[in-house]
Structures are given as structure tokens and as C-alpha cells.
């Protein structure tokens, strides 16, 4: 249908890209080899394929007619697929990440739903508070890469708005659903190299017979500024018209289905009126509730068009698994590249220069980050390690010494154990010798815990995992820390740890006049968004203080989260519980773990086992041997070891792996998980946390995703106990695989039962 309204023509003539064609209809020079031939000799597509999509890699040594020759093997689900084609590789692929439409007939078809890639929103831009935006830019005029990125922003908001009403339409819809978000694709025999076109949204709907392309704009219609060719009617038609292009490029002669249409839309947040009275206005839509509304209209429409016509579900397989695996450009966020992709936008969100703008949004404010005395008034995950990391490089890099000092607990943590946060700093400092990295072990009522710190020649001291109850220790130990400070010439704190747990602040205390009564002469820094964790885990830390303010009073860490402002636009991330459901030993537990967790992310695990601890205390008085030591990371060793994992690395206070393969692992040299105490885990930052703890410092500590484990402790080691700490047991083999018995998973439900 042409449309011939004047004013449509005026403001762009957009319909002309716009509406519904068939697949088989669409103009373009046909291929005579099939699919999978085309796609199998484009040497390109496996490369990239092993490249974005396996979940390790390894050399092997091979031996060829000129000598051994070193040979890079790519793994997907414990596959080699190195030796398979790129159709194998896709099939292979499409197993792990969308199993339920290999189950798709045309009969089941409305009992399969929709799998959207990225599972959750991921932001393109650092405008994490895009509510602020007009103040920051007020606040800084001259910032020409701000305002770039404000424009960049504009367009975000756009599509993220479309993905909500995709959500609000398909997440709980049936049929047999892909939604996939930003893909870039190019034609699959095109031999020059181009960077290919992007695509806002693909829908596939296998029950309706239709792939869907919404191409998304801020504004929509003429810009009296520019040229009409550079209107965004004009760029959109291009879009559409090109996308429709590649799309068929690739699935034209290889779908069985006939009926298979390809719907063009377009989607704005700001409609330029002349556009409203187009023919063609049921695939133009202004905001949020309009996409849904004509969307959901399309979709009945189709739907009912559909009804009789014969179906292939190998057809909709086919779309996905190229779509998904061989089509696009750059990677899309699935398995490991999801979390990867979580873990650089928060690390975009939460830099140095992003928390600049978004805590401090006026050169005024910044300032305060230039005082040589400062204290952080800062919660979880806000970037108070990151800034006194960055800060010690500066001293470092124009010639002063650094005294780098994390501090612990000298009742809970024994003397010379490494934190996992000292490990990650040495690693950082590598290349700046002026910069020393010290453990301090504080007990309170002493004024003697820092005369053996070294200080000759050091002027700049970095104080981090300080006491967030510094206030109530004793006038022995806050006299001593604030006259080793008295002389130094940069002193940056860190409030972040806890020595008395049942210290809590009244309600209506000023945190700032606190600090500022416990550390004279300091500037404090306020940096009230957690910027540095995803968003799923933000909200939940800020709701379990907020909770915690209704019944009692406040510990310092959870009135900072209580009173943080959580930015919008931050990764979202997931926050996972297992264990709720019934009563379960711990290797069920992480078995049902083990499923969600997929390709090659390597968690760090987070535990409990602070021999103080009541439970841990009453399981430790019920072993006479030295095992009672290590009664608190048995039973997740033996877990590992019954299903079928590796052996984890240890940084726990009853046991601790060597020193190299600590160092290994925080090196980025993984190839396990970690098991490391809450004690111990304080400060770092990991991409995948397994938290059996259930405590906000650890959820905190996540860059992408959260799993907490609800499990009984008490019952884990009893089950330890009367299956492995047997009088014949070794205590020395205790954690030697080869040598130990292994427990048989059959007796657990048992055990549970009894």
C-alpha cells in the first residue's frame, strides 16, 4: 500500500520502507548452493564463531611434514570444535543456549516461549542517571565527549524503552519467540569487507510466521538544521531497506515455509506529526504503550493468518541458530560473552571518570578529590578501592612511595594471612615498586598494632577496609591510628569494614559530622551510587538495609546503602537464590548450580567460617582431631568432588591453597572456581559470586551475576562428619582426592530423611 499524503512526503516519506512483505517475494539474487554450503565455506564465520562463542580453548602439539606445529583447539560444551563446520558449531551452540526449541513441532508450539538475547538490559552508553543528564551537562558546557555521548544516551533511552514493551509483549508469550537486540549483520557472500548492518531488534516468530525489524529513533521526522538526507526518516528508510536485504541474502531459497513475511517497523519516542496522518502509521509507533499497542495488533493479525498454514519447525531453528552464530559481525552477549558484557559495562559505569561526573556532577564538587585528607563516606560497590588504586599510581608515577594498608580483624583472621584483596593489589602494582601493599591486624584496646608498619621515606598511605565503627573502638587504638597518620602528607580511608558486628548508629546521626569528628582536618567524599555492581544487586542491598532501618538500628555500611541512590541505567545483572525450596545437602545444592552456570565462568565462592561463629563452633567442639579446622570447607570440597567438578582453589581460615595458585588465580589464570571466607574476600571484585554466607558485603562484591545458596551448614557437616571423619580417616589426606574415600551421593536424601 503507497501512501499519498503531501505531509508524509514532506516530513520524509518513511512509508515507503515500512510494512509487510513476503520472504519469498523480497528481490535479490539467489544463491544455487544451499545454506549450509554458503555458510561452511565462509572461512570467516567459524573463525569468528570460535572466537566469540567457545567456552575455552588449549594448544596441543601435533606433528606436521615441517615439524611440530602448536595447534589452538576451541572447546563449546566440552566439545572440540575445532574439526567441526560452522553449521556444526551453531547446532552445537543452539543446544546450550536455546534447548526448548529443539523440542518446537507445530503441534507444542504454544507451550514454548520466548529466549531473548541479552537475557536482561545491558546500557550502551555511561550515562548511568540519564535524569541528571541536563544538570551534568549544565555543570560542564565545554565537554564535547560528554555531550557526544548525551547524544549517543538519546538514542539508548529509545530502544530501552522499546525493550521494555518487547518484555511487557513476549516474556511471558508462547509460540516459539526470539527477540534479539542490536545485531550487526552483513550479507553472507559479500567478499568485500564491510562493517555490516546493525539491526535494533530482530523478532521471530515461529506461530505467527514472521520476522520482525524495528528500527528505533529518538525522533522521527525532518530536522529543519539539516539536509533531508540526513534526516532520521531518511537513515531509518535506509536501515529498514538494507536489513531486509541481508535478511533475505540469507534465508530466502532455505526456508521450507512460504508464508513466511517480513514485517519493517519503525519506533520513536518523539513522532513527528506529518508522520501520524501516513497509510502506513500501523508500523510507525511513538512511545512505549504505541509499540505494544500495534505490535500486539500485528500480532493477532498474523496469528489468525497463520492459523492454516503449514509450518516447518526446522525452518525457525534454522533462523535462530544463524542468526545467533554465524550472521553477526560482533558477538552476542550468550554464555560467557553475556557475562563478559555485564562486566565491561559495569567496569564503563563504574570508572573513575564516570563516578567523577555522576557523584561529583560540578567542577566544584570534584575538587574535594584533590584534598590530600580524605575519607570516604561511600557503600558497597560505590569504587572506593578503584580510587585509591588510581591515586596511589598517580603518587607512584611522579616519584613518591605509597604505604598501601588493608586492614583485618585480629580476632577472626589469623596473623599473616593474606586477604584476597592484597593478592589483587600486588598484581595491579606490579609495575610500581613504590607502591607497597600491607596486611595490619587490628585488636582493639591495643596501641601497639601498627609499630612494626615500615614507614621510612613513605609520605602517601592509602588506608583501606578500615572500620566503619571506628567511633566506638578504644581511645587507646583510634589515638594511635590517627597520630600514625598526624605526619603524613596524602591520607585517603576507606570505611569499609566492621569490628564490633552489634555496634549501630542512632537514627538521625550525620555520617559526615561523624567522620569529621573521628578524623579531624579531613574532607569528606560522598559517593552515594553503587556504581560498581549490577543493578539486580544494588536494589537488593539497598531494600535489605532499608528493612534493617524498621527494626533496629544501622551498622555504618547499611545506612550508607540504606541512603544510596541507585543509578537507572545501570547492567541489570542477576541475582539468584537456590535452597528455598526444601531441605537439601549442599552438593544437591550446587548440583542445580552447576546447571545454570554455563560455559567457562569460574565463580568465586564466598563462606561463612569464622571459628567464633556459633554453629561453626558447636560442629569444630565435635572433632578431637585437626580436621575440626577444615569442617567448614569439607563439605563444599566433597561437593565438588561428587559432581564431578574440579577441586576449587582455598583462601578460607582453616585452610588455604599455595601461595602461587592464589596468586594464579587472581592473576586471571583460572581454571576453577575459588572458595574464599567472607573475611577474606573483602574489597575484590568478581564476575560470577556464589554466596553461601548471605551477606550484603559479599552480593556486593558481584560484577555481573549473584548466586545465594540457602543451605543448612550445620547439617552439611554432620553429614562430613559421619561420612568421611571416620576413625580410620587420614587428617592429613583429608583434602587429597586421590587418596580420600569418596562419599556416595546415594545415602544423601537418606541422611536428610533420618
Known amino acids: 500500500m503507497k501512501c499519498d499524503s503531501q505531509d508524509c512526503d514532506a516530513a520524509g516519506k518513511l512509508c515507503d520502507a515500512l510494512g509487510i512483505q513476503f520472504v519469498a517475494d523480497i528481490e535479490i539474487e539467489e544463491s544455487k548452493e544451499t545454506l549450509e554450503s554458503r555458510v561452511n565455506q565462509n572461512q570467516r564465520i567459524k573463525n569468528q564463531q570460535m572466537k566469540f562463542y567457545s567456552d575455552t580453548e588449549s594448544l596441543e602439539e601435533v606433528m606436521t611434514k615441517r615439524g611440530p606445529w602448536r595447534e589452538k583447539h576451541y572447546y563449546a560444551m566440552g566439545q572440540d570444535i575445532t574439526n567441526e563446520t560452522a553449521a556444526e558449531i551453531a547446532n552445537t551452540l543452539i543446544k546450550r543456549d536455546g534447548p526448548q526449541f529443539l523440542e518446537l513441532t507445530a503441534a507444542n508450539a504454544d507451550q514454548i516461549g520466548a529466549m531473548f538475547v541479552p537475557k536482561k538490559y545491558l546500557p550502551s552508553t555511561k550515562f548511568v542517571s540519564p535524569e541528571m543528564k541536563e544538570e551534568v551537562l549544565k555543570e560542564n558546557p565545554d565537554d564535547t565527549k560528554l555531550y557526544g555521548e548525551k547524544i549517543a544516551n538519546d538514542g539508548e533511552m529509545a530502544e530501552k524503552e522499546v525493550e521494555e514493551a518487547l518484555w511487557e509483549l513476549y516474556g511471558n508469550a508462547k509460540g516459539g519467540i526470539l527477540v534479539i537486540k542490536n545485531i550487526t549483520m552483513r550479507d553472507l557472500d559479500v567478499k568485500k569487507k564491510d562493517k555490516g548492518q546493525e539491526v535494533d531488534f530482530f523478532i521471530v516468530h515461529f506461530a505467527n510466521q514472521t520476522i520482525t525489524n524495528i528500527e528505533v529513533k529518538s525522533h522521527l521526522g525532518k530536522n529543519r538544521k539539516s539536509p533531508p538526507k540526513k534526516w532520521s526518516t531518511a537513515k531509518a528508510k535506509k536501515q529498514?531497506?538494507?536489513?531486509?536485504?541481508?535478511?533475505?541474502?540469507?534465508?530466502?531459497?532455505?526456508?521450507?515455509?512460504?508464508?513466511?513475511?517480513?514485517?519493517?517497523?519503525?519506533?520513536?519516542?518523539?513522532?513527528?506529526?506529518?508522520?501520524?496522518?501516513c497509510k502506513m502509521s500501523d508500523y510507525i509507533?511513538?512511545?512505549?504503550?504505541?509499540?505494544?499497542?500495534?505490535?500486539?495488533?500485528?500480532?493477532?493479525?498474523?496469528?489468525?493468518?497463520?492459523?492454516?498454514?503449514?509450518?516447518?519447525?526446522?525452518?525457525?531453528?534454522?533462523?535462530?541458530?544463524?542468526?545467533?552464530?554465524?550472521?553477526?559481525?560482533?558477538?552476542?552477549?550468550?554464555?560467557?560473552?553475556?557475562?563478559?558484557?555485564?562486566?565491561?559495562?559495569?567496569?564503563?559505569?563504574?570508572?573513575r571518570d564516570n563516578i567523577f561526573i555522576w557523584c561529583y556532577p560540578t567542577p566544584k564538587q570534584r575538587a574535594i578529590l584533590k584534598s590530600s585528607k580524605l575519607v570516604f563516606a561511600s557503600p558497597f560497590g560505590a569504587g572506593k578501592t578503584l580510587f585509591q588504586t588510581v591515586k596511589s599510581i598517580e603518587i607512584s608515577d611522579k616519584g613518591g612511595k605509597v604505604l598501601f594498608l588493608l586492614f583485618l580483624d585480629a580476632r577472626r583472621v589469623p596473623s599473616k594471612t593474606k586477604p584476597l584483596l592484597a593478592s589483587d593489589l600486588e598484581q595491579k602494582f606490579k609495575k610500581h615498586p613504590n607502591i607497597k601493599v600491607e596486611v595490619v591486624f587490628i585488636e582493639d584496646g591495643r596501641s601497639d598494632n601498627l609499630k612494626d608498619i615500615e614507614t621510612e621515606g613513605i609520605n602517601h598511605v592509602m588506608v583501606d577496609e578500615f572500620f566503619g565503627d571506628f567511633g566506638s573502638l578504644s581511645k587507646e587504638s583510634r589515638e594511635e591510628f590517627n597520630a600514625f597518620i598526624s605526619d603524613k602528607e596524602t591520607v585517603w580511608i576507606s570505611l569499609s569494614n566492621t569490628y564490633d558486628y552489634g555496634n549501630r548508629f542512632p537514627e538521625g546521626v550525620d555520617l559526615e559530622v561523624e567522620l569529621?569528628?573521628?578524623?579531624?582536618?579531613?574532607?569528606?567524599?560522598?559517593?552515594?551510587?553503587?556504581?560498581?555492581?549490577?543493578?539486580?544487586?544494588?536494589?537488593?542491598?539497598?531494600?535489605?538495609?532499608?528493612?534493617?532501618?524498621?527494626?533496629?538500628?544501622?551498622?555504618?555500611?547499611?545506612?550508607?546503602?540504606?541512603?544510596?541512590?541507585?543509578?537507572?541505567?545501570?547492567?541489570?545483572?542477576?541475582?539468584?537464590?537456590?535452597?528455598?525450596?526444601?531441605?537439601?545437602?549442599?552438593?544437591?545444592?550446587?548440583?542445580?548450580?552447576?546447571?545454570?552456570?554455563?560455559?567457562?565462568?569460574?565463580?568465586?565462592?564466598?563462606?561463612?567460617?569464622?571459628?567464633?561463629?556459633?554453629?561453626?563452633?558447636?560442629?569444630?567442639?565435635?572433632?578431637?582431631?585437626?580436621?575440626?579446622?577444615?569442617?567448614?570447607?569439607?563439605?563444599?570440597?566433597?561437593?565438588?568432588?561428587?559432581?564431578?567438578?574440579?577441586?576449587?582453589?582455598f583462601l578460607a581460615l582453616g585452610h588455604q591453597s599455595k601461595p602461587e595458585k592464589v596468586l594464579a588465580w587472581t592473576g586471571g589464570k583460572r581454571k576453577e572456581d575459588m572458595v574464599v571466607s567472607k573475611?577474606?574476600?573483602?574489597?575484590?571484585?568478581?564476575?560470577?559470586?556464589?554466596?553461601?554466607?548471605?551477606?550484603?558485603?559479599a552480593s556486593s562484591r558481584s560484577m555481573a551475576h549473584v548466586i545465594r545458596i540457602y543451605s543448612n551448614p550445620v547439617l552439611d557437616m554432620e553429614w562430613v562428619i559421619q561420612n568421611l571423619l571416620t576413625p580410620d580417616h587420614d587428617c592429613n589426606e583429608i583434602l587429597n582426592w586421590d587418596v580420600r574415600k569418596k562419599i556416595s551421593s546415594s545415602n544423601m536424601s537418606d541422611f536428610i530423611g533420618e
Not at 241 to 263: N, P, Q, V
Request: net charge positive.
Open 679 to 697: 573475611e577474606l574476600m573483602k574489597g575484590t571484585e568478581h564476575d560470577l559470586i556464589i554466596d553461601l554466607s548471605i551477606s550484603s558485603e
Open 240 to 277: 529498514l531497506a538494507a536489513i531486509k536485504l541481508i535478511f533475505a541474502s540469507w534465508f530466502k531459497g532455505a526456508l521450507k515455509g512460504k508464508k513466511w513475511k517480513f514485517i519493517s517497523f519503525a519506533a520513536c519516542q518523539e513522532l513527528d506529526p506529518e508522520l501520524k496522518g
Open 516 to 649: 569529621k569528628k573521628w578524623f579531624p582536618g579531613f574532607e569528606v567524599a560522598k559517593m552515594d551510587k553503587p556504581l560498581r555492581c549490577p543493578l539486580s544487586v544494588a536494589k537488593d542491598l539497598k531494600e535489605q538495609a532499608s528493612n534493617k532501618r524498621k527494626v533496629s538500628r544501622m551498622r555504618f555500611n547499611d545506612k550508607l546503602l540504606a541512603e544510596s541512590t541507585l543509578p537507572s541505567n545501570l547492567a541489570e545483572g542477576s541475582l539468584t537464590d537456590f535452597g528455598l525450596d526444601k531441605m537439601e545437602l549442599l552438593p544437591q545444592v550446587l548440583q542445580q548450580v552447576s546447571q545454570r552456570v554455563k560455559g567457562n565462568q569460574h565463580a568465586l565462592i564466598i563462606i561463612r567460617d569464622d571459628p567464633n561463629e556459633p554453629m561453626n563452633k558447636l560442629m569444630r567442639s565435635r572433632i578431637q582431631c585437626q580436621c575440626r579446622d577444615k569442617i567448614t570447607v569439607l563439605p563444599i570440597d566433597v561437593s565438588f568432588q561428587a559432581n564431578g567438578k574440579t577441586q576449587s582453589v
Open 285 to 351: 509507533a511513538e512511545g512505549k504503550e504505541e509499540v505494544i499497542k500495534k505490535l500486539r495488533s500485528s500480532d493477532m493479525k498474523e496469528r489468525k493468518a497463520a492459523e492454516n498454514v503449514e509450518k516447518f519447525p526446522e525452518d525457525f531453528i534454522l533462523i535462530c541458530m544463524y542468526l545467533l552464530y554465524c550472521a553477526p559481525v560482533v558477538p552476542l552477549p550468550l554464555g560467557g560473552n553475556y557475562t563478559s558484557a555485564i562486566r565491561k559495562a559495569i567496569e564503563e559505569s563504574g570508572s
